[in-house]
Each structure stands twice: as structure tokens, then as C-alpha cells.
């Protein structure tokens, strides 16, 4: 299969020709070709976003027309989801299942924002004398979106969505490994005849070409990034060097799961699982640090490793698969340094750590990894795997619970575990964490912000939130004197 970029309104090859290969990672073969884009092909996507919202109609469209378009990409999508999904789990290789319901959140999406398009609304000022003072929100302008490829089609609906909602135009630029349902929902777009040419630009190349190139375009007023720490503060210190523009980030995360003695030791057990091993553990906000009551801490491991030997791993496409491989050979072998780390740091493995073999040696599998008695300063406990790898930590007390879960550079998530409502709360407050679940982990409703604290990010996502960082706010001051300033 061959693909093209969206440029324009136009589907086009790199100017050069010049093509990656995209892989399939249950089997290692090579699944499709995707354009490489050079800087002047993602130069001309910003000319035409810039075009587009300069000029073009897509700002000054009534809010509730656009709502109306943006409703009609949710029906889009969910008219072509079962072929979505498929491509999804063909080119990420998570559970088929798993990407039906992310083809269904980026639906719903596009219809939380189709939505509140128009509920946007400035205020009055309460100014004292003769004048009217109020606020007009506007679109930010041209927006820079650079997604990673734990997610693919929902992240890239977490960004366009909002933006097209404020008015933004936009140029979007996939993760590497990942660009074929972005192309795919690239020519259901194109369908959309309401959407003018130009608004939405989709373009694939790598980070430190495509990617870059917007980072450091003086007509780029803002960039929206999920990916590595690393690369989220590249593009802060770039965007300072370079026009100021806008930078929201959604880093990593070393999120703690607290599970407490008064938990329910079956929904404990499966909330831990769930927490590392749902999508591969390839989840920013993966519950990679266990961190568990003494009293309970062997019982909780034990029941743990032996339903992680039964996790079904195999290819996304057949049914029963619970685990599906890692998203490519590169990033298996930066999961498999996580493991070697373990292990030299005298942690405890306790199940896992392997690549499984059979039918599976050829894709990019690796076995559910549990340490245990993992020094809690250890680059295992603090640094992010990204991968299907866990660090369990014992805890004393509730207080020690709070000091540990707080110890580490990132703050994106936490899960609690207590059948104690007033222990539960507390955790809630004293977490530093942009999101804190009770009793349950991983969902991400799009109703609520989402992001992080610390080095786990900058800025909200989703919500009414995720609509602020497209919008700008302008104060208009009207005099209601009739007579010359006095000064
Ligand atoms: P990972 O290494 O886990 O894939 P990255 O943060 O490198 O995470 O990648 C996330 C996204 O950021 C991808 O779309 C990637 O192409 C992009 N990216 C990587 N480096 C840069 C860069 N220097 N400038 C802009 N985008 C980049
Ligand atoms: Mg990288």
C-alpha cells in the first residue's frame, strides 16, 4: 500500500519522492510506504494553514457552522470505524478491540468540540467610569500538531478537534511508525466538502525534519506536542529562540498505582494489571510504579505474576489477544535496556523480562515484566519504560505511600486502592498528579482535563480546557466620554 500526504487540499508525494516504510509489528514486515516529508513540503502545509487563517473563511465561519462540520467528521469516522480500527491494529499492533475503542473516543471527540464551538464566549469587565470593557476569545492562529504512536487516530483527534473548534487551522504531523490512519482519516476529511482546503494539513516525515520545521516556523503561532520529555523541552527552549509561539506538551510520566491493604484484593489485582499492561504498557500514563502496603505486598505480587504468565500476547487482529507486540524492533530494544537495568539493580524479577518465541519471534513481543523490591530511587523506579514493565514498592504507612508516590520528576497520573473513602481522599489532595483515580485506572474522559504536573507537561488537554489553548483573549476598552483626555 502506498499512501500520500494532505498538502492543500492536495494529496501528494515528498517532493523528492522519497518514501519511509512502515512496518507491521506483529509479524516485522514491511505493511505500507508513506511519504517523507522534506522542509519545503511542510513549509508549503504552513503556507496554506497560514493562508487559511489569514485569509481564508475558517475563523470568521458562525462557531455553530463549524460545530455542524466538526459533527459531521464524528459521522464520518464512525461510518468508516471497523476499517479504522483494522489499519489502526495492522500498523500499532494493539488488540483489534482496543482500537475500536479508540476509533470511537476520536468520534466522540470531534463531537464534545462540535459541541462547544459555539459556547465559546468572552465576558465584561467590571471597569469603573465611562467605558465598556470586555474580552473577545479568539483562535490562536496557525497551529503545529505533533502526535506520538501509542494512539494514533485518538491523539491526532485530541488535537485537531479543539482546534478547528476555535478556529485554528492547522498542520499535523504523526509519529513516524504510525501515520497511516492520520492518511486514511486525511481522505475522509477530504470528503467533507464544508472544510476548505488548506484548514486541515496532514504531513509524515520524521522529528528532527518535519517535525522541526514547524517547531522553528516564524508562521506557526503555536505548538501542541505529545511525546518524550526530552522533545517536549527541546521545543519549549526552540520556540523561545524563535517567534514565542505557543507551546502546550504532554510529556511522560512514572505514574504510582497505591494499593492498600483495605482494597479489593480482586479489583487490586486487576487494576494492577490493567495499569501497566493495558496497550503494551505503551501508555503515558501507564501505572509503572507499584507501590503497595507491606501486609499485603507478597500476596498482591504473587497473584499478579502468575495472571501475567496467562496474558494472551499475539497479533492485535486475532480475537483473544490480550497484549499485542511493541510499536517497532528500536523501541523493543530500548524496553529490553529497561530490563537489563532491572536486573543489575539486584530488583527482583518475578515474571517476564523475555521475548516470547514460537509464531511470535517474528513481531515485536515482549512478555509482561514484573520487579520486584525495586529500590524506589533506582533509574527502574524513576525513569520511563514505555513498555509492558512494572516496578513493585512496598510501603509502610500512608504517609510513606504519599512521600513515595510524590518521589519522581513527572506527575501525569495516579491510581488509589482503599475501601477507606477519608485515606482515599486524602491521597487525592496530597498526589501531585494531573489526574488521581480511585478504585479504577486509565480513563480519560473527555469531558475533564487532561495533562500534567511537574515534568509531565504543560497545559490541559480536552474539556473545556483543551478549547483554551486555541483560543487567545483580546481586551477591547470603549470610552463613553465624549470629551478630550485629560493629562
Ligand atoms: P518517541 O521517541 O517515544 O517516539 P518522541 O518524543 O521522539 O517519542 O516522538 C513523539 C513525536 O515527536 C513524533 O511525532 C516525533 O516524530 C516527534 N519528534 C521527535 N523529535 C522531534 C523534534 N526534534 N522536533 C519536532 N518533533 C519531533
Ligand atoms: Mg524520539
Request: charged letters at 25%; one cysteine or more.
Amino acid at each position: 500500500m502506498t499512501y500520500r500526504m494532505y498538502i492543500d487540499g492536495e494529496f501528494v508525494e515528498s517532493n523528492n519522492r522519497q518514501t519511509r516504510d512502515v512496518d507491521n509489528p506483529a509479524k516485522g514486515e514491511v505493511l505500507a510506504q508513506v511519504p517523507e516529508a522534506t522542509t519545503a513540503d511542510v513549509e508549503r502545509a504552513i503556507a496554506a494553514a497560514r493562508r487559511e487563517f489569514d485569509e481564508g473563511k475558517w475563523p470568521n465561519m458562525p462557531a455553530a457552522k463549524r460545530g455542524r462540520i466538526l459533527l459531521q467528521i464524528a459521522q464520518a469516522i464512525r461510518t468508516h470505524a471497523k476499517e479504522l480500527a483494522r489499519l489502526e491494529t495492522l500498523n500499532m499492533g494493539k488488540p483489534l478491540s482496543e482500537s475500536e475503542g479508540d476509533i470511537a473516543d476520536a468520534a466522540d471527540c470531534f463531537e464534545y468540540y462540535g459541541g462547544l464551538a459555539n459556547k465559546i464566549t468572552g465576558e465584561v469587565n467590571p471597569i469603573s467610569g465611562r467605558a465598556l470593557d470586555f474580552t473577545l476569545k479568539e483562535p490562536v492562529g496557525v497551529c503545529g500538531q505533533i502526535i506520538p504512536w501509542n494512539f494514533p487516530l485518538m491523539m491526532a483527534a485530541w488535537k485537531i478537534a479543539p482546534a478547528l473548534a476555535a478556529g485554528c487551522t492547522l498542520i499535523l504531523k504523526p509519529a513516524e511508525q504510525t501515520p497511516l490512519t492520520a492518511l486514511r482519516f486525511a481522505e475522509i476529511l477530504d470528503g467533507i466538502s464544508d472544510l476548505p482546503k488548506g484548514v486541515v494539513n496532514i504531513v509524515t516525515g520524521d522529528g528532527p525534519t518535519a517535525g522541526a520545521t514547524l517547531v522553528k516556523s516564524h508562521d506557526v503561532d503555536k505548538i501542541a506536542f505529545t511525546g518524550s520529555t526530552e522533545v517536549g523541552k527541546w521545543i519549549l527552549k526552540t520556540s523561545a529562540e524563535t517567534n514565542l509561539k505557543k507551546v502546550t506538551l504532554e510529556l511522560g510520566g512514572k505514574s504510582p498505582n497505591v494499593f492498600f491493604a483495605d482494597s479489593d484484593f480482586e479489583m487490586a489485582i486487576a487494576g494492577a494489571l490493567f495499569g501497566i499492561f493495558y496497550n503494551q504498557g505503551e501508555v503515558c500514563s501507564a501505572g509503572s510504579r507499584i507501590l503497595v502496603e507491606k501486609s499485603i505486598h507478597k500476596k498482591l505480587v504473587d497473584a499478579m505474576a502468575e495472571r501475567a504468565r496467562q496474558i494472551r500476547l499475539g497479533d492485535g487482529m486475532e480475537a483473544g489477544t490480550k497484549m499485542g507486540p511493541l510499536v517497532n524492533a528500536e523501541h523493543r530494544a530500548r524496553v529490553e535496556g529497561f530490563i537489563r537495568i532491572g536486573k543489575e539493580s539486584g530488583a527482583k524479577l518475578v515474571c517476564g523480562g523475555n521475548r516470547p518465541g514460537g509464531e511470535l519471534a517474528r513481531g515485536y513481543f515482549i512478555a509482561p515484566t514484573i520487579f520486584d523490591h525495586v529500590d524506589f530511587n533506582s533509574r527502574l523506579a524513576q525513569e520511563e519504560v514505555f513498555g509492558p514493565v512494572v516496578a513493585v514498592i512496598p510501603f509502610e504507612n500512608e504517609s510513606e505511600a504519599i512521600k513515595l508516590a510524590n518521589h519522581s520528576q513527572y506527575g501525569l497520573a495516579a491510581g488509589v486502592w482503599t475501601k477507606d473513602f477519608t485515606k482515599a481522599m486524602h491521597l487525592v489532595k496530597k498526589i501531585r498528579a494531573g489526574i488521581v483515580w480511585v478504585n479504577h485506572y486509565h480513563p480519560a474522559p473527555m469531558e475533564g482535563p487532561w495533562g500534567g504536573y511537574k515534568q509531565s507537561g504543560i497545559g490541559r488537554e480536552l474539556g473545556k480546557y483543551g478549547i483554551e489553548n486555541y483560543l487567545q483573549a483580546k481586551q477591547v476598552y470603549i470610552n463613553l466620554n465624549s470629551k478630550p483626555v485629560q493629562w
